[in-house]
């Protein structure tokens, strides 16, 4: 869970991210951006801003501000009735992002949260900065963090289903609890 | 057709309007700028400069820089084998563009270029500014055009096959001959 003013510091801190990294969003969008701790009540080092500037039946397209050193936990898309899941293309913008999937270790520049070795468990890193792209198949396990100065990233995909997609470590729950 | 001088001159000035526009591209991307004049030769009345960022099998991003005034000829998005045709979504980033689809004749700001009656048959005029968005659904025809200070636009979709869309102008070719 977050409190109401850490979910409002949050938001103005992302959405000045994504204004300097060059995007233009409208002041409505703004309030828009979720604040997403996965439930696990640790923001800072796991957890997403992200802005959804439209999501169809057919193709999303999202914003996602990470703050310094924030990582966003392993998770996969999978298939949901006739949807083989979600096919996705990261698109950094600003910063620097440590992009890991499966294959051989080699886990360097960024690191596993603290005490969180079993539910980080593909490591072959991807160092990406502004202008990389890479697009994920569904199914693929993966997890991304910022490097020291926050990143900016265009998620653009297939339908989002968000709320279904399966997390590596049992604890998370997508939806953010915001308290007083 | 357009000359290599012609060509090289567009992608230019479509890069330098994407950068201004806040759009970060790589210096290979610009060198991927498709300059297309469908086929007319009159690339600043009718024309796009297009930057596809990604194109798969399920969703694709583009950039589009169109010129002062300049004219996206009208077309629209067939079923292909299995796929019930490309839905796109165009976020405008800079400048203005109207936006033609469907419905009441409520042509206004933008204007049908000339001797062009006939091929310009949809007069639903949408303005569109920077942070405004429209979803279009496969099947429906639309065309589009830049205000006098040209705009930059990103079109998010489904499967792209722009090949094989249809325009109402039977003398459109979708591939642009670039002569010495």
Redesign the interface.
């Known amino acids: 869970m977050i409190t109401k003013k850490q979910y409002y510091e949050a938001q103005k801190k992302a959405a000045d991210m994504i204004r300097n ?6 002041d409505k ?1 703004i309030k828009k951006i979720e604040i997403a701790d996965f439930g696990l009540s640790n923001l800072e080092k796991e957890g997403a801003q992200i802005l959804t ?2 999501s ?1 039946e ?2 999303s ?1 999202k914003v996602i501000a990470l703050f310094s050193n924030q990582t966003e936990p392993e998770h996969w898309h999978t298939s949901i009735g006739q949807d083989p899941g979600k ?1 996705e ?1 990261i ?1 950094v ?2 910063g620097t992002v440590y992009f890991y999937i499966p294959g051989e270790d080699t886990l360097q520049n960024g690191f596993i949260p603290d005490n969180k070795d079993d539910v980080y468990t593909v490591r072959h890193e991807i160092e990406m900065e ?2 990389d ?1 890479l ?1 994920l198949e569904p199914g693929i396990k993966h997890w991304f963090q910022a490097g020291a100065e926050g990143a900016v990233m ?1 998620s ?3 339908a989002a289903r968000d709320a279904l997609d399966p997390f590596t470590d049992r604890k998370i729950v997508r939806v953010t609890k915001i308290v007083d």
């Open positions: 990294s060059g995007i233009k969003i409208t969008e500037l439209f169809t057919r193709v397209a096919e293309t698109r913008v600003n502004s202008g792209q697009t265009y653009f995909s297939s």
